[in-house]
């Protein structure tokens, strides 16, 4: 077991002791357990987290950021999170068909970083809110 906690810029997200987390490290999926050799890794700007603790799996659609782990404690702060239970997936669904849709078009004013990171977040959505649901 671990103790991990979830720091965004509004406060803390979650405290508790964890079997082990999965974090979409800038390396590919970091998968941390208990006793882990202390790191320090940046994270995507977009990705799932995923948790396992005494409530099973859990999912969250997460949003920059970085985690330390030290042999008694992991610390991720990250831009945003969201629980994947609580995601609206209608509303994910139609942001990534309007981001994909701006995408599809030529125009020479789209900020076409910006829809990127439009698609980018809402496909972390969606793939949260689908494992969370257990799905693939």
Known sequence: MIELEIVTPTGIFFSGEVSSFTVPSCK???????????????????????IVDKKGNRFFA???GQVSVDDKKALICCEDIEDG?????????????????????????????????SLERALARISAKSYAEGGN
Request: aromatic share 8%; net charge positive.
């Open 28 to 50: 590919g999926p970091l998968l941390i357990e208990g006793r882990y050799t202390p790191i320090y890794e940046k994270l995507l700007p977009y990705g799932v987290l995923k």
């Open 85 to 117: 239970y609580d995601i609206d997936i209608a509303r994910a669904i139609a942001s990534r068909d309007r981001a994909q849709d701006r995408l599809s078009h030529v125009d020479p004013n789209l900020d076409v970083a910006r829809a990127k990171a």
């Open 62 to 64: 997460i949003f920059a």
